[in-house]
T-cell receptor
Framework: AQSVTQLDSHVSVSEGTPVLLRCNYS??????LFWYVQHPNKGLQLLLK??????LVKGINGFEAEFKKSETSFHLTKPSAHMSDAAEYFC????????????FGTGTRLTVIP | DTGVSQDPRHKITKRGQNVTFRCDPI?????LYWYRQTLGQGPEFLTY????????KSRLLSDRFSAERPKGSFSTLEIQRTEQGDSAMYLC?????????????FGSGTQLSVL
């Protein structure tokens, strides 16, 4: 079975400081992993996607994530937080059965302090 | 707007009533998904269609829930005899099977409150 665990339900950073949102995955095969962002009253938006190519994945809005098989981790980072980054972030794994079903973590709420 | 649209945005109903939600996917997308998101949780998969065929249903989808996609375009999700536990955000997503970099595009959701 595949699943993801987001280690922090809430992260608070000051504007201009680095962001680290942690995610560990469990999968019996090489997974596809994603990070989605959800702003209030808006649809989920894909930030980035890992599909067994480069282990360091660059996404939109300056975010990136590194796939570490030895640690079963896929942490999301950004060098400098912006006020507009405040949102809910979800780490997601694909079930790889061909249906493209996604399994979401419980989410991490990012607060950016001015 | 060419994204995924859902209607209504909000629905308040009394326990025991039936409700129906609609999802219009991106026009060329052949796959359509329904997810449910409760407060403080990530979205959970309910069901998905490829064209008009419903190919998979989650165990979360009780017999009070039914989804259709009659012409392979828009989809409806009906909940019969609603219960307070059905209160959640219902999300629709669509994708194009076979696309080089297939990804899901989500709508803004329908927020259901069962009183």
């Amino acid at each position: 079975a595949q699943s993801v665990t987001q280690l922090d339900s809430h992260v608070s950073v000051s504007e201009g400081t680095p962001v680290l949102l942690r995610c560990n995955y469990s999968s019996s095969y090489s997974p596809s992993l994603f990070w989605y962002v959800q702003h209030p009253n808006k649809g989920l938006q894909l930030l980035l996607k890992y599909t067994s190519a480069a282990t360091l994945v660059k996404g939109i809005n300056g975010f990136e994530a590194e796939f570490k098989k030895s640690e079963t981790s896929f942490h999301l980072t950004k060098p400098s937080a912006h006020m507009s980054d405040a949102a809910e972030y979800f780490c997601v794994v694909n079930d790889q059965t061909g249906a493209n079903n996604l399994f979401f973590g419980t989410g991490t709420r990012l607060t950016v302090i001015p | 707007d060419t994204g995924v649209s859902q209607d209504p945005r909000h629905k308040i109903t009394k326990r025991g009533q039936n409700v129906t939600f609609r999802c219009d996917p991106i026009s060329e997308h052949n796959r359509l998904y329904w997810y449910r998101q409760t407060l403080g949780q990530g979205p959970e998969f309910l069901t998905y269609f490829q064209n008009e065929a419903q190919l998979e249903k989650s165990r979360l989808l009780s017999d009070r829930f039914s989804a259709e996609r009659p012409k392979g375009s828009f989809s409806t999700l009906e909940i019969q005899r609603t219960e307070q536990g059905d209160s959640a955000m219902y999300l629709c997503a669509s994708s194009l099977k076979g696309a080089t970099n297939e990804k899901l595009f989500f709508g803004s959701g329908t927020q259901l409150s069962v009183l």
